[in-house]
Nanobody, 119 residues
Framework: EVQLVESGGGLVQPGGSLRLSCAAS????????MTWVRQAPGKGLEWTST????????FYADSVQGRFTISKDNAKNMLYLQMNSLKPEDSAMYFC????????????WGQGTQVTVSS
């Protein structure tokens, strides 16, 4: 059974940092493409970043480029999202997903972790 469990969300002031974690199990994590997607209240899903499991290449949305870093620890089956210079518009529920649906589309999702950026 595929399981993805996010953690690390919380309340942070603008300009602050957070690191989200995602514990993965039930599939070959080391070679799987992984992605982070977010959803702000009342808005649709927004892709933020993807990591190619085979090459290690990373891809970012323009809105987070230069501020967010996606990474993984294959030994621990963990996916991370380091978020720096956070802005109020980064406030959202953040979901970890396996991007195994073709063209890096998500096929399995975690339950999400809430990030709120506010003073």
């Amino acid at each position: 059974e595929v399981q993805l469990v996010e953690s690390g969300g919380g309340l942070v002031q603008p300009g602050g940092s957070l690191r989200l974690s995602c514990a993965a199990s039930g599939f070959p994590f080391s070679t799987s493409d992984m992605t982070w997607v977010r959803q702000a209240p009342g808005k649709g899903l927004e892709w933020t970043s993807t990591l190619n499991g085979k090459t290690g290449d990373t891809f970012y949305a323009d809105s987070v480029q230069g501020r967010f870093t996606i990474s993984k620890d294959n030994a621990k089956n963990m996916l991370y999202l380091q978020m720096n210079s956070l802005k109020p518009e980064d406030s959202a529920m953040y979901f970890c997903a396996r991007a195994g649906g073709g063209d890096f589309l998500p096929d399995y999702w975690g339950q999400g972790t809430q990030v709120t950026v506010s003073s």
